[in-house]
Nanobody
């Protein structure tokens, strides 16, 4: 069973920065896609950014040019650098990984990001 441990959520002022991290352990297969999703109160969970094992990235339009996703394949870690944060970025952020070969997906427990003055 894959375990995901997230960290980095916090309260930050508009225009500030945060860095989220997620480490996966216990996988029987290499991790293929890693990503971050977010869910605001009363809204659906949406993709924020994903990165493949080969380094191909995909971003939601709302975070392009502000957020940067990166990963360390050797450590099974994915990071999300968030700059120029806006109040509308407030949400619970969830780490997601998909295993290579099995295609099984796993979710982290979520970390709260609040952008407010």
């Amino acid at each position: 069973q894959v375990r995901l441990v997230e960290s980095g959520g916090d309260l930050v002022q508009p225009g500030g920065s945060l860095r989220l991290s997620c480490t996966a352990s216990g996988s029987d297969f290499p991790i293929n896609t890693m990503g971050w999703y977010r869910q605001a109160p009363g809204k659906q969970r949406d993709m924020v950014a994903t990165i493949t094992r080969g380094g191909t990235t995909n971003y939601a339009d709302s975070v392009k040019d502000r957020f940067t996703i990166s990963r360390d394949n050797a450590k099974n870690t994915v990071n999300l650098q968030m700059n120029s944060l806006k109040p509308e970025d407030t949400a619970v952020y969830y780490c997601n990984v998909r295993e290579l070969f099995s295609h099984s997906t796993y979710w982290g427990q979520g970390t709260q990001v609040t952008v407010s003055s």
